[in-house]
């Protein structure tokens, strides 16, 4: 098969033991797509697979990355194709499996022209978020209210991105997303296998991963994180993510246990719809219906497909 087998999906839709399934049958290795996933001492918050959840399939792109160090959607692109040449080198089937859509995008069509950081914009928009974000957000849905629709309030790269291409491209991202469709340039040829769950489905799922994630020691890696971020003197841009945030305030006694799980349920479901959201607009090859599924069997019906 030609073209790069690419499993996508909305957090704790299972995406990862499935690549590891089909990766079992096509003598593959997997790479990861996911905006947290990248950073080192932050595997529980963000999901990184287990080695015994790896069940000894070679996994890239997880943990590698400094959390004081942010990464942008160009340079994770570069180390995404960057792998699937090494994989094929080695005579292997590369697989990417995640769940951001902008990195996905930026594997499909490409990065726009213009797609540069202007530092002096960056920081007064900085500045600006920290006075008023919600003045922000009303900017960016008056320039883009369609990539408006899914950057949450609080995803304050997100946000600040969106608003710094617009200043120095005079063009929204929605725009430069639609001139990468119509031509795309230096993208990646993908099949892409989107896995869809009942919503009440794709809730209890998430409710059940925060409980086993919590129970393993996420509070404590939060802890630890906060030391080290303390130590170095610099900000780690993955503490401001979701979970992390809230854990942060139960530390400071903000919150009780209860009502911090409850909000990373709910802040987790909101991130689930806003990527399902999202992916739907995408080109999609294949969708599956997870729940109308024996899940057992998915690996060997998506086996057969491409194979056919």
């Given amino acids: 098969m030609k073209k790069i087998l690419t499993i996508i999906g909305p957090t704790a839709s299972g995406k990862t033991s499935l690549s590891v399934e089909l990766a079992k049958k096509l003598d593959g290795e997997i790479i990861g797509l996911d ?36 990464i942008s959607a160009g340079i994770y692109t570069s180390k995404v194709k960057e792998k699937v ?27 726009f022209q213009g797609s540069v950081s202007d530092l ?25 209210p369609e990539y408006a629709e ?32 119509e031509k795309p340039t230096d993208s990646l040829n993908l099949y892409t296998i989107l896995l869809n769950w009942n ?30 971020q303390e130590k170095s003197k610099l900000t780690y841009p993955g503490l401001n993510s979701i979970g992390y945030r809230q854990i942060q305030a139960y530390l ?7 009502e911090m799980k409850e909000d990373i349920v ?10 399902v959201q999202w992916f739907k ?14 899940t057992e069997k998915i690996p060997q019906i998506i086996f057969d497909l491409i194979q056919s």
């Fill in 266 to 275: 709910i802040r987790t479901r909101q991130f689930a719809r806003r990527q």
């Fill in 35 to 70: 905006s947290r996933q990248i950073y080192e001492g932050m595997s529980i918050g963000t999901a990184q697979p287990t080695q015994d959840e790896m069940e000894g399939i070679q996994h890239h792109l997880m943990g590698f990355q400094d959390p004081a160090i942010p």
């Fill in 199 to 228: 919503r009440q489905k794709i809730i209890n799922r998430i409710e059940r991963r925060t409980d086993e994630m919590l129970e393993n020691g996420w509070i404590e890696e939060v802890e630890s994180l906060l030391i080290q």
């Fill in 85 to 111: 040449t090494e994989i094929q080198k080695n005579g292997k089937t590369p697989i990417i499996c995640g769940g951001a859509g902008l990195y996905f995008r930026a594997l499909k069509t490409g990065i």
């Fill in 252 to 258: 400071k006694n903000e919150m009780t246990l209860d």
């Fill in 120 to 144: 002096p914009i960056r920081n007064r928009l900085d500045q600006a978020y920290e006075d008023d974000p919600v003045a922000l957000l009303e900017r960016l849905k008056f320039i883009d």
């Fill in 281 to 294: 607009k995408e080109n999609i090859d294949l969708i599956i219906e997870m729940d109308n599924l024996d």
């Fill in 150 to 181: 899914i950057v949450h309030i609080n995803n304050k790269k997100r946000l600040m991105r969106a608003l710094e291409i617009y200043e120095i491209t005079g063009r929204s991202p929605s725009e430069h997303f639609k001139a990468q469709k």
